[in-house]
Structures are given as C-alpha cells and as structure tokens.
C-alpha cells in the first residue's frame, strides 16, 4: 500500500520517539530478561516514558504554532500526527499502571491492590491517576469507536490537556528512575516547557497576536445553503496567505443563533490579491447554517492561514484538479488567482457534483475557463455519469498521468481519486489532497 511521503515534521517526531525507545532499551539489563516480575516492572516504565513524550509533543502539535504546519505538508497532515500521538500515548499510559500492577502481582496480591489504590497521601501516585484519567475524558472521544464527538464540546475536553500534562511531569518528577538522572531530568524540562508554551500561545497570546481583526462588508448567497463572506480588514494588519489555504474564523455576531465566539475552519476562496478577504461557507452544522445570515458589519477574526495544498512558488508543470462539493474552494481561489495574475496555465480542472444545479461557481469557473489561455473545464456529473473513473479521465483529459494531481473534496470522492492517481503510476509527491475532517 503506497502512502504519502514523510515530511521533515512526521519525521522529526518519529526520530525523537524512535530515539526515546533506543534509549529506553539500552538500560535493559540481563536480569530483567530472567526475571518476569521485573521484566514487566521495566517495560511498565518505559510504556511511561514513552507515552509521556508522545503526550507532550501531541501537545506542542496542537497549539497551531504558527507555520509549523508547513512542516508537515499542511495542518491536516500534523493533526493526522497530532491523534496518532494522542492515542498512542493513552495507550502506553494506560499499559503502564497495568503492567506494574502484574509486577507487583508476582510478589503477593495485596502488593498489586496497594499499588492500584495508594494511600491519599500519596499525592505523587495519585497525580498519575489524576493524569490517566483526564487524559482519558480528552482523548477517548477523538476514537471513531464512541462516535464522531460534536466539535466545540470536543474542543472543550481538550483544554483538559493542560491539567494533565502538568499532573503527568509531577507524577514522572517524584517516580522517574528507568533512564539516568540527567538525561530523564533534561528530557521532561525541554519538552515540558515546550508544551506548556504551546499550550499558552495557543490559549492565550493567539488571541492577542495570531488573529486578525475583519469585519463582514457584504454576503453572497450562491446557494440557499452557501454563503461567500466579503471581510473588509480592520487597522492595518492584514492576512498574508497563498491561494487555497484557509483560516479559522469566529464570528462575534451575538444575534447568531449558534457559533458566537466558536472558532471554525474554512477555507479562502479570494485571491491574495485581493483586497478584502472571501470566504466560501456550506452549511454543514450548527454553526455554519448560523453565519449564513450573519448581520452585515458584524466582527470577526481571523487566525492564520494553514494549509499546505498547492506549491508555494508557481511552476509550470501540467496540473489536474479533482473538485468536489465544497472541495472546490480552494481552487476557486486558484483561479482566481490566475486571473489576477494574467498568467498562462496548463491546468485541468474536473468538477464533481451530483448534477449542475449543484455544480457552486460553475458559471465564474466556466468565465475562467474561456478567459484563461490553457485553464479546462469539465464538469462529472454523478446522477448522470455515475462514479468518477479511469474512462472518464482518459476522455477527457488524457494525459492525466503525466500531470501532477491536485484533489479536495468528500472523503470518498478523495480516496477513489487517489486511488486512480496511484493505479495511473502517478509518483507519490505528486499527489495532493487537502481534507476539512480536523478532528
């Protein structure tokens, strides 16, 4: 199974935790191995020291510090990082009090219960419990077994990440012995400083200086159902961002009637170019079916921008657009783009709906299309042509497997393409997809 290339972040975080679990096994001793109580005492400690690292870096991940996301080919890919760090640390944290229990079982039963319910004195041990349990109310939503969890009460679970950092570095300060002194102390100092900074920045001074102030000059409803948002910057401190990247957006509208002060992810649709932002929105929840009738002149702010999606240097080379739904956004943006620009292209854009009546922007798209020297447009329509394949791209454009694919849209739609691209024998760094599921 071909996956995407690993950018220098995922491979950052996997040579820290590779050389965390290196470091780990080298203090295994001959004994350890004889022995199963301790066998099992020391890898209950190591699943510790292990997990704790991959907690603290899921919290460094979080914090969206700004352009740390380019390092990871865009900020869905580190929040992809981020929930597997996440949940491989609650595992190993959760292994860890279980495999000392078996350890302490081997020398009599009442050892185990004494270590599994400690006296409340024992703040140190009982700040582990605390930890594990925090982390479990945060962390356990985020797997696709309980459901998928509502956004902002996720978002709220999550500031219990804070407490539970703390609590964990409190635990591992009073109970750490598996690595030497030194190394254990200037390993939980770093990383603990770093996350706990992440943490700030991101619930605190983002507010005062990663956001910019708009405010909503006029609405566009293209659909009964999609809004564009027009925002007229506010002082002089305005979005720098490439085409196809995207921010998070709250509204302060208080006559919304969900959404107020929320925090979503949506993507420009306007050119860089411009002088207000755009923002195209589809009504998808509570909060975007609320900003479709937000009032004129109202407040909003801006924090960002993310995404990786499209190169950040333009170059020649021929592209091939697979759009679907709201996917098309940021090729809307794009185009627009290009049309500021008055460049030449060699772009080919497919457009995925169910029918035209659905096909959003399609008539601007098709304007684009007559105006750009080398910008192609063809509409697939599923009522009619069923799903998107080979035969259809063959037709239409041929030479799609020597072109470099640029995809975003629904998650089937994303797979199925990405699929064709890799039965094509499209190289792997030459397929990008961008995806909105940031949970």
């Known amino acids: 199974m071909n996956r995407p290339d690993l950018r220098p972040g995922q491979l950052t975080i996997a040579a820290l935790v590779l050389l965390t679990v290196v470091a780990v096994l080298l203090g ?21 020291i292990v997990g704790l690292l991959m907690l603290l870096l899921a919290a460094v991940l979080s914090a969206r510090l700004p352009r740390l996301d380019r390092h990871f080919g865009g900020l869905t890919h580190l929040w992809q990082t981020h ?38 004195a ?22 696709s077994f309980f459901g998928r969890p509502h956004y902002e009460r996720w978002k709220h679970l999550h500031r219990l990440s804070g407490p539970a950092v703390l609590l964990a570095l409190l635990h591992s300060a009073q109970y750490g012995r598996t690595l030497p002194g030194s190394l254990q102390t200037l390993l939980w100092w770093l990383l603990g400083v770093l996350a706990l900074a992440a943490l700030v920045w991101h619930f605190g001074l983002s507010r005062r200086f990663g956001r910019r102030r708009y405010v909503v000059e006029r609405t566009m409803m293209v659909a009964n159902n999609l809004v564009e948002l027009v925002l007229a910057p506010v002082g002089r401190r305005r979005l720098r961002y490439r085409a196809g990247q995207f921010v998070y957006l709250t509204p302060y509208d208080e006559t919304l009637s969900a959404g107020h002060g929320e925090e979503h992810p949506y993507t420009l649709s306007s050119s860089p170019l411009d002088e207000h932002l755009r923002v195209a929105i589809k009504d998808l929840g509570d909060a975007s079916r609320a900003i479709q009738t937000i009032q004129l002149g109202s407040r909003v702010t801006v924090e960002g921008p993310y995404g990786d999606f499209f190169p950040r240097r333009d170059d020649d080379r021929s592209q091939l657009w697979i759009a679907g739904g709201i996917g098309i956004t940021p090729f809307l943006a794009r185009a627009r783009h290009i049309a500021r620009l008055g460049v ?46 080979r035969d259809f791209l063959t037709e239409h454009c041929p030479d799609h497997a020597t072109r470099a694919w640029f995809i975003c849209g629904p998650t089937p739609l994303n ?13 792997r760094r030459d397929i990008h997809t961008e995806a909105f599921d940031l949970l």
């Open 122 to 143: 024992d703040w140190a041990l009982w700040s582990g419990w605390a930890a594990l349990v925090l982390m479990m109310l945060f962390l356990a939503p985020s797997f």
């Open 415 to 427: 797979r199925l393409a990405r699929g064709m691209a890799r039965s094509a024998g499209v190289a």
């Open 28 to 48: 295994l001793r001959n004994e350890d191995l004889r022995d199963l109580a301790a066998l099992l005492d020391y890898l209950g400690r190591a699943s510790a």
């Open 344 to 389: 030449p292209v060699d772009v080919h854009l497919i457009y995925c709906v169910q029918d035209e009546a659905r096909a959003r922007f399609l008539d601007e798209l098709r304007d684009h299309a007559a105006a750009l020297p080398g910008f192609e447009l063809t509409a697939h329509l599923f009522y009619r042509m069923g799903p998107l394949d």
């Open 83 to 120: 929930h597997r760090l996440g949940a491989g640390s609650l595992l190993l944290l959760m292994a860890h009090p279980l495999l000392l229990a078996l350890a302490a079982s081997a020398g009599s039963g009442g050892e185990a219960v004494a270590f599994l319910f400690p006296p409340l």
